[in-house]
């Protein structure tokens, strides 16, 4: 399954045999487990502090991803690799980890959902800069509107307060992850989609493991249900086995046209935490979730007839 030779370094893999379907099943996949990871957040920081929640979810996804690394034989990707493998560390790994939970510390989960109703649009404009793409007027035009969609929900939830700590943590986390998931999706073609996560939390264990050790030293920890689960599932999911599937559906469909999935992500979200933190669902989620819909309809056939045509002029 690998795909190193020791002259080329890498070469492009089969994604799958599903087809453009079943990696939009696969990308769809990887949005519906990171929809719990900010109420998995707020759960993990009921027993852990920010930075030991950070270090400790990137120590287990690590040991986790090398005992698989390990158990399949893979081989050490190239020196080429290792760029795209920094991204994914800094981005996936440690930036957003750390920016979003310090965040969730100063703001609702509601208003931290900016976050993920960016996303998508950012991680888009990364992909198709660095892929050299340009996808249709009609793709932009669709992934704007869907994201100024779930951006005044998100506004309006806060009140319309301007900018806060919070906020400038969630853009921070929100320019960090961009770039790793679209190096992370670009790296999927070449590597199989869980070793590309595998290998980047696996170069990050050194950050974490001394972020999480010197942690635990100054902040308190409250051994409790919600603590414990709401950190092994940002670990063993939220920083891990979610990836897998969503690089190998962008590897699949594109980083532009699975970004746009995300859009539904900020309203899963919701409704998690209505079940699970319990939250009141505000008015306005089922007609924003009703336009988020349409937009990644929109966008989802813009690329299709935009793969069609390249496929054509080749």
Avoid: K
Wanted: charged share 10%.
């Amino acid at each position: 399954m690998t795909a190193q030779n020791s002259a080329t370094g890498l070469r492009p893999i089969a994604v799958g045999t599903a087809g453009p379907l079943g990696g939009a099943v696969q990308a769809a996949l990887g949005v519906l487990a990171f929809s719990f990871s900010f109420p998995a957040t707020a759960w993990a920081l009921e027993g852990f502090g920010p930075w030991t929640v950070t270090g400790l979810r990137g120590v287990l996804a690590a040991l986790l991803a090398g005992a698989c690394l390990l158990a399949s034989g893979a081989r050490v990707p190239p020196r080429s690799a290792w760029p795209g493998l920094a991204a994914v560390a800094v981005g996936c790994a440690v930036g957003f980890p750390l920016l979003s939970t310090l965040a969730l510390r100063l703001s609702s989960t509601a208003h931290s959902a900016v976050v993920i109703g960016l996303l998508p649009l950012a991680t888009a404009a990364v992909g198709a800069l660095r892929a050299g793409s340009r996808p249709p007027r009609a793709f932009w035009l669709a992934a704007l509107a869907g994201a100024a969609a779930v951006l005044a929900f998100t506004v309006q939830q806060s009140g319309g307060a301007g900018l806060t700590t919070a906020d400038l943590y969630l853009f921070g986390a929100l320019l960090l992850c961009a770039f790793g998931y679209a190096e992370g999706g670009r790296l999927a073609r070449d590597l199989p989609g869980w070793q590309v996560i595998g290998w980047g939390v696996v170069a990050a264990l050194p950050v974490t493991a001394l972020t999480g050790a010197l942690a635990l030293a100054v902040e308190p920890v409250h051994w409790n249900w919600h603590g414990v689960t709401g950190l092994a599932y940002l670990a063993a999911v939220s920083q891990f086995g979610g990836f897998v599937v969503w690089y190998r559906g962008m590897a699949a469909i594109g980083v532009p046209r699975a970004s746009q999935l995300q859009l539904a992500q900020p309203l899963l979200t919701l409704c998690w935490a209505v079940l699970l933190l319990a939250e009141t669902l505000p008015a306005t989620a089922l007609p924003t979730a009703l336009a988020v819909l349409v937009c990644i309809a929109l966008t989802q056939r813009a690329g299709r007839r935009e793969a069609g045509r390249a496929g054509r002029r080749q």
